[in-house]
């Protein structure tokens, strides 16, 4: 078989869409006024229906201006964390081999480039947060009598886009407050989406999983060691070591570094395999990275079954404290403990409403309101950064001219609007460079 036939396939699809594009533009049918037309290489699909419903659902017009303020709000909150988390990582780079630097594609939240995306929940949940997102600009523009000339999607971006296009004049004649409102509309609605698909998740996960066992979850075992001899296997929950019960995975590993090779040491573990909890001792091997130490030969998650009942559930309820159990919650993907199938899944069975469910298809739903909640925090985030032409960098333009009105009182509006796009385009160089200089600096050290 062609080992390029996907890439070649690939290819010609790309080329038959690029001939039809042409087609259609040369007959006259993509143009500036027409229902297709550009956006750079991607296809705009505009419509002008759906206006009539963002004017009812922004009739609300008190409602919608609070919640522009506390979009405001949070923007900035946002907009000032991550901006600390890239100046650290900055720091933090001038220690990373060129091994541990990260790779460019990790910088790229899109499913199916970034590694830790999976490409299926990816898709969905990017999909769900940039059509929402969308949705709030039009609905806060039209609660601020400002206009909306059409509505439509992308085509051809990864893996499709959505737009709501303003009325530019009236959005410039509008005051800075009504402007920034519309601007922080689709950071408020993906943070709104966030918490919301999370307390769903919580909800269903509290009620509906529990942990075979306490202890350390299994997730693979060496070949030939004392685990695979006294078939221990992934899925398994080791509970007790010599009769300590094993509450961490920090713990397992500081109960088996004191231990020596030829030594004899009871395991109590939960057996996926048989449903039971059993006993056994085992004679410990000599561990390959350090000859004076046993070995038992299993690798463990990072959070113990019950931990990671615990991430779902409520992150700020953890035993490490709110911050620690809320980073254990964004980083789960990058543990390997989300989305949660094959092996993970194993160490749990379900309870209550969902006792019956088959639990490849409990795993499923829980996994997507999961990625709908992490993707919908990552695109609220990400579009805080104070980078044209995202949310972030508009807002930030009309800050730093409202700061400027402040303290230069004799500036004409123009004279703030040429301080006001410096000052972006600024902020919009350095958030790049922080982007590129923890990829770049660790291979040049």
């Known amino acids: 078989m062609d080992p ?11 080329l038959a869409y690029a001939l039809i594009v042409y087609a259609l533009w040369r007959t006259g049918h993509i143009g500036p006024d027409r229902t297709f037309s550009f956006f750079g290489p ?12 963002l004017d009812r659902w922004g009739r609300f017009r008190r409602f919608w201006s609070v919640a522009g303020d506390v979009g405001i709000f949070l923007s900035i909150l946002a907009m000032g964390a991550i901006v600390v988390l890239l100046v650290f990582g900055a720091i933090v780079s001038f220690r990373l081999s060129p091994s541990q630097a990260p790779s460019p594609t990790e910088a790229l939240g899109l499913p199916g480039i970034n590694p830790i995306i999976p490409l299926g929940y990816g898709i969905v949940a990017l999909v769900v947060g940039i059509v929402v997102h969308e949705l709030w600009h039009g609905i806060i523009a039209r609660s601020q009598k400002i206009g909306v000339k059409s509505l439509g999607i992308l085509w051809c971006v990864v893996p499709i886009g959505a737009f709501v296009e ?13 402007r920034d409102r519309v601007a922080a509309a689709g950071v408020l609605a993906n943070f709104v989406l966030a918490v919301l698909f999370f307390a769903v998740l919580s909800v269903v996960v509290a009620g509906s999983v529990a942990p075979n066992s306490s202890g350390v979850g299994v997730l693979g075992v060496v070949a030939d060691t004392p685990a695979a ?4 296997a992934a899925g398994d929950i080791i509970s007790a070591v010599n009769g300590t019960a094993v509450t961490t995975s920090a713990q397992f590993i500081s109960l ?27 004679t410990l091997s000599v561990s390959p990275s350090n000859s004076s130490r046993g070995f038992l030969g299993v690798e463990v998650g990072t959070l113990t079954p019950t931990e990671l ?4 559930v409520w992150p700020l309820g953890s035993d490490s404290g709110p911050l620690t159990g809320s980073i254990y919650w964004i980083v789960l993907p990058l543990a390997s403990l989300e989305p949660v199938a094959g092996t993970t899944s194993d160490f749990f069975h379900l309870t209550g409403p969902f006792a019956h469910t088959n639990a490849n298809t409990f795993w499923i739903g829980a996994n997507l309101l999961y990625w709908l909640a992490w993707m919908n925090l990552l695109l609220g985030i990400s ?8 949310d972030g960098g508009l807002l930030f333009r009309d800050y730093m001219a409202s700061l400027a009105a402040r303290f230069r009182k004799g500036w004409s509006e123009a004279r703030l609007d040429e301080f006001a796009g410096k000052a972006v385009a600024g902020s919009s160089i350095l958030v790049l460079l922080l982007l590129v200089w923890q990829f770049v600096v660790p291979r040049l050290l």
């Open 4 to 14: 390029y036939l996907g890439y070649e396939i690939a290819g010609l699809v790309v």
């Open 42 to 53: 991607a296809l705009m699909v505009k419509t002008q229906r759906g206006r009539s419903a």
């Open 166 to 178: 303003q009325d530019d004049q009236e959005m410039l004649a509008a005051s800075r407050r009504k």
């Open 229 to 232: 001899n006294a078939s221990l």
């Open 256 to 282: 088996l570094s004191a231990t020596h090779p030829g030594q004899n040491v009871s395991i109590q573990y939960y057996s996926v395999q048989t449903g039971t909890t059993e006993t056994q001792t085992l």
């Open 309 to 312: 009942k615990q991430t779902l």
């Open 383 to 390: 579009n805080a950064l104070p980078l044209f032409p995202l």
